[in-house]
């Protein structure tokens, strides 16, 4: 009997639908006609042992204890699904061969694997286990996924990273939630402080963001515009460019603050002759957009549609789960596989047929073209998220549903266009002196930008695509210009003064903490572990971001004003309390790069461990040399929790 272990019913569901007929439902497995069994877990089944486990001293919370680091880890059955795992145990002993279908990805490597382990599964039987990797749960699509197994083996390095994830935040949301929490009482703090590796430094960057704005003083710079004219009275305007003999009136981000300097510049060049010393035309070419992540969706749909995280992640699990419109949703890849393209036309004639308004006032989709999205050498476990093969029927779905499905599907056919082709032109004139420039933007071709003619202008920032067009393309800066030629002379009817103020950062949004999770290496302050550090390094991973935001709302230390998110007096006050160490992203974008490195077999799960434990030593020393005044007299805001439990694992969300 080959066993299936599905990470979730509703994949175990799927894979039963592909199996001989007729089946037999058990209580928490289906068993196939030819004896083949297809069982599941529910989510997370096992859970890092409390530490009242290793020691019953551990059951009050003492200085003296901490560090607390077990010498040999346990596993404890959790108490609403033992029921399951109890099912998993008796099929496990009768299976002849076992198959991992657990989510592909790091977390869901792990969490069949471990429940493999804790059954006893030893030698041969353990070493022969396969792997099923389903990011599609159309019953065609789990077909092929059938006849593509491969050894369970191959996966080891992404279990170990998922494994040492785990032990890492229990050692370190244990420990540092214990020892500020005792330390917090000492000040009349009454409630837990909950301190995560992950959680902590996300609210340090929302802290911080505060400050800045708090901090901030507004001050006037000066622009000088030149409005031109040529023989033919034809008119432009171009931008004072300040020479280096203006860098003492400047600040460090280039912008004049004399506001007299701009305004001798407005004198020296009001009626007197300009003359055009440089004129580049070049053609660009911009390519399509990636296919989505799930952080590239959640931000573009928090700017679009005013969506959190979590709305954005629990309507596209509803979108795969039950209505198998699109592929595996908590991808942290923007790439296809090259055999994937084989499947187009059956992808695109779905999405015509459902989405048909996407593509009206275009031309058809070309599904013979193949953009940059299809790159094996940039998908593993899981691809990009498409659409899927099954039609949409768009009036059954909710309002949230209709707009990702739609926005998914705009993203894929997008790859089918021709590049966005234009022609752009800058010009420098001079004019007594003084140098002014402009640009110039005139498409040739739509290509893909035609699905976009009705919508937002898409995201460029976010969908870090191989675009070749150059960041200053803002439409600000972009204007329609006369014929010109180089050595051209023009007259400057008048020089114009404008007085601008700098504004202050802004609050975070959705869209923008997402981004500054997706990209942390923009905010790690050290400049040595910058340089290690990838722009695609993240904060938390997929799967985690939008529990881990909508958890330090649920604790009281995140609060929503409008679209904007700030810290509480209780965040503020427990981030001013902890270590810069603690509050910053650097060393948890390190973990998050070594856990990276073990699941590609560049590291090994003890060279990352040791280190940690040499680290938290040196946290709980300090912890319990100081108190964490900030947080006198601030009143608790978050929600009464168990003294017992103040720190949560990490799991993905259940069905």
């Given at each position: 009997?080959?066993?299936?272990?599905?990470?979730?019913?509703?994949?175990?569901?799927?894979?039963?639908?592909?199996?001989?007929?007729?089946?037999?439902?058990?209580?928490?497995?289906?068993?196939?006609?030819?004896?083949?069994?297809?069982?599941?877990?529910?989510?997370?089944?096992?859970?890092?042992?409390?530490?009242?486990?290793?020691?019953?001293?551990?059951?009050?919370?003492?200085?003296?204890?901490?560090?607390?680091?077990?010498?040999?880890?346990?596993?404890?059955?959790?108490?609403?699904t033992r029921s399951q795992l109890t099912v998993?145990?008796?099929?496990?002993?009768?299976?002849?061969?076992?198959?991992?279908?657990?989510?592909?990805?790091?977390?869901?490597?792990?969490?069949?694997?471990?429940?493999?382990?804790?059954?006893?599964?030893?030698?041969?039987?353990?070493?022969?286990?396969?792997?099923?990797?389903?990011?599609?749960?159309?019953?065609?699509?789990?077909?092929?996924?059938?006849?593509?197994?491969?050894?369970?083996?191959?996966?080891?390095?992404?279990?170990?990273?998922?494994?040492?994830?785990?032990?890492?935040?229990?050692?370190?949301?244990?420990?540092?939630?214990?020892?500020?929490?005792?330390?917090?009482?000492?000040?009349?703090?009454?409630?837990?402080?909950?301190?995560?590796?992950?959680?902590?430094?996300?609210?340090?960057?929302?802290?911080?963001?505060?400050?800045?704005?708090?901090?901030?003083?507004?001050?006037?710079?000066?622009?000088?515009?030149?409005?031109?004219?040529?023989?033919?009275?034809?008119?432009?305007?171009?931008?004072?460019?300040?020479?280096?003999?203006?860098?003492?009136?400047?600040?460090?981000?280039?912008?004049?603050?004399?506001?007299?300097?701009?305004?001798?510049?407005?004198?020296?060049?009001?009626?007197?002759?300009?003359?055009?010393?440089?004129?580049?035309?070049?053609?660009?070419?911009?390519?399509?957009?990636?296919?989505?992540?799930?952080?590239?969706?959640?931000?573009?749909?928090?700017?679009?549609?005013?969506?959190?995280?979590?709305?954005?992640?629990?309507?596209?699990?509803?979108?795969?789960?039950?209505?198998?419109?699109?592929?595996?949703?908590?991808?942290?890849?923007?790439?296809?596989?090259?055999?994937?393209?084989?499947?187009?036309?059956?992808?695109?004639?779905?999405?015509?047929?459902?989405?048909?308004?996407?593509?009206?006032?275009?031309?058809?989709?070309?599904?013979?073209?193949?953009?940059?999205?299809?790159?094996?050498?940039?998908?593993?476990?899981?691809?990009?998220?498409?659409?899927?093969?099954?039609?949409?029927?768009?009036?059954?779905?909710?309002?949230?549903?209709?707009?990702?499905?739609?926005?998914?599907?705009?993203?894929?056919?997008?790859?089918?266009?021709?590049?966005?082709?234009?022609?752009?032109?800058?010009?420098?004139?001079?004019?007594?002196?003084?140098?002014?420039?402009?640009?110039?933007?005139?498409?040739?071709?739509?290509?893909?930008?035609?699905?976009?003619?009705?919508?937002?202008?898409?995201?460029?920032?976010?969908?870090?695509?191989?675009?070749?067009?150059?960041?200053?393309?803002?439409?600000?800066?972009?204007?329609?210009?006369?014929?010109?030629?180089?050595?051209?002379?023009?007259?400057?009817?008048?020089?114009?003064?404008?007085?601008?103020?700098?504004?202050?950062?802004?609050?975070?949004?959705?869209?923008?903490?997402?981004?500054?999770?997706?990209?942390?290496?923009?905010?790690?302050?050290?400049?040595?572990?910058?340089?290690?550090?990838?722009?695609?390094?993240?904060?938390?991973?997929?799967?985690?971001?939008?529990?881990?935001?909508?958890?330090?709302?649920?604790?009281?230390?995140l609060v929503r004003q409008g679209k904007s998110?700030?810290?509480?007096?209780?965040?503020?006050?427990?981030?001013?309390?902890?270590?810069?160490?603690?509050?910053?992203?650097?060393?948890?974008?390190?973990?998050?790069?070594?856990?990276?490195?073990?699941?590609?077999?560049?590291?090994?799960?003890?060279?990352?461990?040791?280190?940690?434990?040499?680290?938290?030593?040196?946290?709980?020393?300090?912890?319990?040399?100081?108190?964490?005044?900030?947080?006198?007299?601030?009143?608790?805001?978050?929600?009464?929790?168990?003294?017992?439990?103040?720190?949560?694992?990490?799991?993905?969300?259940?069905?």
């Amino acid at each position: 009997m080959i066993l299936y272990i599905a990470e979730k019913p509703s994949l175990g569901r799927a894979i039963a639908d592909v199996l001989p007929k007729p089946h037999k439902k058990g209580d928490g497995f289906i068993t196939a006609a030819n004896g083949d069994c297809v069982s599941w877990c529910i989510g997370h089944l096992l859970e890092q042992a409390e530490p009242d486990a290793y020691d019953d001293a551990f059951k009050s919370w003492k200085l003296e204890h901490l560090p607390i680091v077990p010498q040999t880890w346990k596993l404890m059955p959790k108490t609403k699904t033992r029921s399951q795992l109890t099912v998993l145990r008796k099929l496990v002993k009768q299976a002849s061969a076992i198959i991992n279908a657990g989510d592909p990805d790091r977390e869901g490597q792990l969490l069949v694997d471990e429940v493999i382990v804790y059954l006893g599964v030893k030698g041969d039987k353990l070493n022969q286990v396969q792997r099923l990797l389903i990011s599609d749960l159309n019953p065609q699509a789990v077909k092929r996924a059938l006849g593509q197994l491969r050894s369970n083996r191959e996966f080891i390095p992404l279990s170990t990273s998922a494994l040492a994830r785990s032990r890492a935040d229990w050692l370190y949301g244990m420990n540092m939630t214990r020892a500020y929490t005792i330390q917090g009482r000492k000040v009349g703090y009454q409630g837990v402080l909950s301190v995560g590796r992950v959680q902590t430094p996300l609210l340090g960057l929302v802290v911080r963001r505060d400050d800045e704005i708090a901090d901030f003083k507004p001050k006037s710079f000066y622009e000088v515009l030149a409005h031109l004219v040529t023989e033919q009275q034809q008119t432009f305007t171009a931008k004072w460019q300040p020479s280096e003999a203006c860098q003492p009136y400047m600040d460090e981000d280039g912008r004049v603050l004399a506001k007299g300097l701009a305004e001798n510049v407005v004198a020296r060049i009001n009626g007197k002759p300009a003359q055009v010393t440089k004129l580049e035309a070049k053609d660009k070419r911009q390519n399509p957009p990636l296919p989505y992540s799930l952080s590239a969706l959640q931000i573009d749909a928090a700017k679009r549609f005013g969506l959190s995280a979590k709305e954005v992640l629990d309507t596209c699990q509803s979108l795969y789960e039950r209505h198998k419109l699109i592929t595996y949703p908590r991808s942290d890849s923007r790439y296809l596989p090259k055999e994937q393209h084989a499947l187009a036309p059956k992808v695109l004639d779905a999405v015509l047929k459902g989405a048909a308004a996407l593509v009206d006032g275009c031309e058809a989709p070309n599904a013979k073209l193949k953009s940059k999205a299809w790159d094996d050498s940039k998908v593993d476990a899981h691809h990009a998220i498409i659409p899927t093969e099954k039609v949409a029927n768009l009036s059954s779905l909710s309002s949230n549903e209709a707009k990702l499905y739609q926005h998914v599907a705009r993203q894929y056919l997008a790859q089918f266009y021709p590049a966005h082709m234009y022609a752009e032109t800058a010009v420098e004139v001079t004019i007594a002196g003084g140098l002014f420039t402009t640009k110039a933007r005139q498409d040739k071709s739509l290509g893909w930008k035609q699905l976009y003619k009705r919508a937002t202008t898409v995201n460029q920032a976010s969908s870090n695509s191989s675009s070749t067009s150059s960041d200053d393309d803002n439409d600000d800066t972009v204007q329609s210009l006369p014929p010109l030629v180089k050595g051209q002379i023009l007259q400057c009817e008048r020089g114009e003064l404008l007085e601008k103020m700098t504004q202050a950062p802004k609050h975070f949004t959705d869209a923008t903490l997402l981004s500054a999770m997706t990209g942390i290496s923009r905010y790690v302050t050290n400049s040595d572990i910058k340089k290690i550090l990838k722009e695609t390094d993240g904060l938390g991973t997929e799967a985690t971001r939008a529990g881990i935001i909508e958890l330090l709302f649920k604790r009281g230390y995140l609060v929503r004003q409008g679209k904007s998110i700030l810290a509480t007096p209780v965040g503020v006050g427990l981030i001013r309390s902890l270590p810069e160490s603690a509050t910053t992203p650097d060393m948890t974008a390190l973990w998050e790069n070594s856990l990276d490195a073990i699941s590609q077999k560049r590291l090994k799960y003890d060279a990352f461990m040791q280190p940690l434990l040499s680290q938290l030593d040196n946290l709980i020393t300090q912890a319990s040399s100081q108190l964490p005044s900030a947080l006198q007299g601030v009143a608790r805001s978050a929600p009464k929790r168990s003294f017992k439990k103040p720190y949560k694992k990490k799991t993905k969300a259940k069905s």
